[in-house]
C-alpha cells in the first residue's frame, strides 16, 4: 500500500481526526507572515520608518504612540482577516472530517478557522486571535472581540480623520490600552477553556483509532510537533499524516505510524478529497 492509500485507509477508518495547522497553511491562506513581497508597498509608512519589511517583523516593533499602533493593527487585520474569504481547501477540509470527531490546534492567528465556521469549540488558537485584544497591563483580565474598533478605525481611515488617541480601546477593568491578543510580549495568556477542551478531547480519544493531520507546522510552532508526535507513540492506534514533513524529519520509532508527503497543505488535502 502506498502511502496516499494508507493515509486515506487511515482518515477513513478514524474516529477522531486532529488537525494541526501552522505557518504553512496560513500561508496557502494567504497570510505569509515572513514575505517581503507587497509590505512596502501596503505599508509604506511604517516600513520606512521602523525599517520593517514584513508582518512578522511589524508585529514584532513596538510603535511610538498607542494610536499609530492601531492604526496599523487595524490595517493588517482588516486586509488578511476581516476580508479574508475561506478559500476551497476549507470546503474540502470540513468535507474529511465530516462524521468524525475532530479537533483544531492552529498557530494561525489570523481567524481564518473561525471565519470558515468551523465549530469554535474545537478550535485551539494556541498563539492567540488578531481579532480579539487584551489588556498591556500584564495583568489576566480577559479578552475581547477587536472586529468593532477595528472596524471605526478603518471607517475614520476612509472618512479621512486623523486616528488619535480616541480611537485606541481600552480595559474595562484598569483603563490601560488594549492590545492585539497574540504573544507580542509577556502579557500573553493562553486560551485556558480552549486549552482545556484539547486536553479533554485527547484523553477521551486515547485508546480509539485517531489521525493527526499536520497541516504546514515547522519550528516556528514546536508545541505543535514534539508533543503530538509523543502522543502519536504512545497510543496503539493513533497515526500521523504530514502534508510537508521530509521523511528524515520524523522520530525512527514514529515512521511505521507516519506518512509524509512533498506537497502544501492544500495540494494534500484536495488530493485526500478525491
Known sequence: MNNFNKAKTWLENADAIIVTAGNGFSKQEGLDIL????????????????????????????????????????????KYSLNYHPSDTMDQLKSLLK????????SSFGHFFEKANFDKKRIFNIFGDWTQMQCSSGLNHGQRS????????????????????????KCEDCNSPMELYMPLNSHFFP??????????????????????????????SPQLLDPIAALVMQFENWNYVAADLATEDIPDELKEKTVTFNANSHELIKKLCK
Do not use: C
Not at 41 to 59: C, I, M, P, R, W
Not at 150 to 160: H, T
Not at 162 to 168: Q, R, S
Not at 201 to 214: A, D, G, Q, R, S
Open 99 to 106: 462524521g468524525k470527531e475532530y479537533f483544531i490546534a492552529t
Open 146 to 169: 477587536a472586529i468593532k474598533e477595528i472596524k471605526k478605525i478603518i471607517s475614520a481611515e476612509e472618512q479621512g480623520k486623523e486616528i488619535n488617541d480616541e480611537f485606541v480601546p
Open 35 to 78: 514575505s517581503e513581497k507587497d509590505f512596502d508597498k501596503e505599508f509604506s509608512e511604517v516600513a520606512q520608518k521602523y525599517n520593517v519589511h514584513t508582518v512578522g517583523d511589524a508585529l514584532d516593533k513596538q510603535f511610538g504612540s498607542w494610536n499609530e499602533q492601531w492604526k496599523f493593527w487595524s490595517n493588517l487585520v482588516n
Open 191 to 220: 486560551d485556558e477553556n480552549a486549552n482545556t477542551r484539547f486536553r479533554w478531547f485527547l484523553t477521551n480519544n486515547e485508546n480509539k483509532n485517531v489521525v493527526v493531520l499536520e497541516l504546514g507546522v515547522d519550528m516556528t
